[in-house]
């Protein structure tokens, strides 16, 4: 069974801050992971993933998160928000033995103040 | 090349009634998959269908049934329904079974009163 947590409900930051979201998952086989965003009344979007090999990934927005498989975590940062960055982020984990059923974690409510 | 559309966006049904939530998939893609999102929470994987036979489910009872048709778009229908049914339900479709290219739709907003 896989699972993820994502250890922050909240975040609120100033914009031109940085921001890092949390994300740890619990897997007993090799996993692929992803971040997506989610807008108000809005559906899922694909931020960036890990399937295989540099284990930094950078999405085209500057968001970019670091698998680190010693301590099962994919934290999601950006040096620098933006008002427009607001937005629900979700952190999600499958596996080449799931299929490509996705476990999602709680959620993290990133809101960018002026 | 149009994406995922679901349809109704909105709906509101009395308990016990049933519903149906249908789902076109983008242009290529065979597979898709019913996500549950209730108010506050993460999506949960309810269902997939690949190739039009069911490929995987989730923890969700038996009133919670679908269809994937020729054309690769799905039905999502939920019998007996309950409030906690209340939902956003999100459909996703990928070319074969592969996570990391799902594209997602915008959802149908399911309330039970």
């Known amino acids: 069974a896989q699972s993820v947590t994502q250890l922050d409900s909240q975040v609120p930051v100033f914009e031109e801050a940085p921001v890092e979201l949390r994300c740890n998952y619990s897997?007993?086989?090799?996993?692929?992971l992803f971040w997506y965003v989610q807008y108000p009344n809005q559906g899922l979007q694909l931020l960036l993933k890990?399937?295989?090999?540099?284990?930094l990934v950078e999405s085209i927005n500057g968001f970019e998160a670091e698998f680190n498989k010693s301590q099962t975590s994919f934290h999601l940062r950006k040096p620098s928000v933006h008002i427009s960055d607001t937005a629900e982020y979700f952190c999600?984990?499958?596996?080449?033995?799931?299929?490509?059923?996705?476990?999602f974690g709680e959620g993290t409510q990133l809101t960018v103040n002026p | 090349e149009t994406g995922v559309t679901q349809s109704p966006t909105h709906l509101i049904k009395t308990r016990g009634q049933q519903v149906t939530l249908r789902c076109s998939s983008q242009?290529?893609?065979?597979?898709v998959s019913w996500y549950q999102q209730a108010l506050g929470q993460g999506p949960q994987f309810i269902f997939q269908?690949?190739?039009?036979?069911?490929?995987g489910r989730g923890n969700f009872p038996p009133r919670f049934s679908g269809l994937q048709f020729p054309n690769y778009s799905s039905e999502l229908n939920v019998n007996a329904l309950e409030l906690d049914d209340s939902a956003l339900y999100l459909c996703?479709?990928?070319?074969?079974?592969?996570?990391?290219?799902?594209?997602f739709g915008s959802g149908t907003r399911l309330t039970v009163v």
């Open positions: 996703a479709s990928s070319s074969g079974l592969n996570a990391g290219g799902y594209t």
């Open positions: 897997s007993s086989v090799s996993v692929y």
């Open positions: 890990y399937l295989s090999g540099s284990t």
């Open positions: 999600a984990v499958s596996s080449p033995l799931s299929g490509s059923r996705l476990t």
């Open positions: 242009s290529g893609h065979n597979t």
């Open positions: 269908y690949y190739r039009e036979e069911e490929n």
